[in-house]
């Protein structure tokens, strides 16, 4: 039985090991998220508060060349980030609807 209650853990730090890694490798929470370190941070733009938290969006290109639309979003007792790595060809879509929308 003991042997079992050891085994159970592995999967676990084999995921902690992991993210440890990529921590490691690029440095900071961001970098191990978008698999490659911020390389400079084009700007942002505060989308508003409800309810206490406060939600930003931010443009950043990584050191692969990488555009990253980041949104996070801070309240009292939390935090939340999540971003989403697009290609030129996406990026470039994104900018014509953005474009679109605001004619």
């Given at each position: 039985m003991e042997v079992i209650d050891n085994l159970f853990w592995i999967p676990?730090?084999?995921?902690a090991g992991f993210f440890l890694y990529r921590f490691l490798k690029h440095g900071s929470l961001r970098g191990m998220l978008y698999?490659?370190?911020?390389?400079?941070?084009?700007?942002?733009?505060?989308l508003g508060r409800k309810l206490g938290a406060t939600t930003t969006l931010r443009v950043h290109i990584l050191d692969n060349g990488q555009i990253v639309l980041e949104q996070?979003?801070?309240?009292?007792?939390g935090a939340s980030l999540s971003g989403l790595p697009l290609s030129?060809?996406?990026t470039d879509r994104l900018i014509a609807l953005l474009q679109q929308a605001r004619s």
């Open positions: 676990f730090a084999a995921v698999g490659s370190p911020v390389a400079r941070t084009i700007g942002e733009v505060e996070s979003s801070r309240a009292t007792l030129s060809d996406e």
